[in-house]
């Protein structure tokens, strides 16, 4: 079966630190993945999307970068925190290929808290 | 893109009565309708998800409504239990992208 791994599950970082949140997933081979973000209170925005290693689809102009250096492997990073990017950050991950419409399935969730 | 707008966002049921959480989708190209459901703390479960060809969908206590023509989908919770307390999620999909209106928070009181 597959299985969604993200980590650290709660971080707290000052302003201007560097960030890198990991996400993996076992069990299958070439899934499309996706960065969301959860403001407090707030819905799901979608940051990137990954269709295949090294191919990075940003939707937000943003602090935030992403990257995909194995196929199931999905990085979020920063090189300077901000205040506003505090928030629930989510990994997660569909069945590769046919252009979409496949179940989502997100992992357990990273809380950043910048100071 | 695609906008999905959630309905209401708070929504307090008494134990054994049904909710009903509505949604709207502005793109008629999306093909796929999911329902999430998110524990505090949690990342979101998928609940239901109906397809654009299928007008009604039951799984035990939930249900999904969608209709096409009006850009409108619904997740009806029936015999509503405390466990059903949660913020709830619809999506819609277009592609590699799924869409998410903003949340309903449902408390079920005892």
């Known amino acids: 079966s597959q299985t969604i791994h993200q980590w650290p599950a709660t971080l707290v970082q000052p302003v201007g630190s560097p960030l890198s949140l990991e996400c993996t997933v076992e069990?299958?081979?070439?899934?499309?993945l996706y960065w969301y973000r959860q403001a407090a209170g707030r819905g799901l925005q979608l940051l990137f999307y990954?269709?295949?290693?090294?191919?990075i689809s940003s939707e937000v102009p943003q602090n935030l970068s992403a990257s995909r250096p194995q196929d199931r492997q999905f990085i979020l990073s920063s090189k300077k925190l901000l205040l506003s990017d505090s928030g629930f950050y989510l990994c997660?991950?569909?069945?590769?290929?046919?252009?979409?419409?496949?179940?989502?399935?997100f992992g357990a969730g990273s809380r950043l808290t910048v100071l | 893109g695609e906008n999905v707008e959630q309905h209401p966002s708070t929504l307090s049921v008494q134990e054994g009565d049904s909710a009903v959480i509505k949604c709207t989708y502005s793109?008629?190209?999306?093909?796929?309708f999911p329902w999430y459901k998110q524990e505090l703390g949690k990342g979101p479960q998928l609940i239901i998800d109906?397809?654009?060809?299928?007008g009604e969908k039951k799984d035990q206590r939930i249900a999904v409504t969608l209709n096409k023509t009006a850009k409108h989908f619904s997740l009806h919770i029936t015999e509503t239990q405390p466990e059903d307390s949660a913020v709830y999620f619809c999506?819609?999909?277009?592609?590699?992208?799924?869409?998410f209106g903003a949340g309903t928070t449902v408390t079920v009181r005892a």
């Open positions: 793109d008629s190209a999306s093909n796929y």
């Open positions: 069990g299958t081979s070439n899934p499309n």
């Open positions: 109906i397809r654009s060809n299928v």
């Open positions: 990954s269709v295949g290693i090294g191919q």
């Open positions: 999506a819609a999909s277009i592609g590699y992208k799924l869409s």
């Open positions: 997660a991950w569909t069945v590769g290929g046919g252009g979409g419409a496949n179940v989502l399935t």
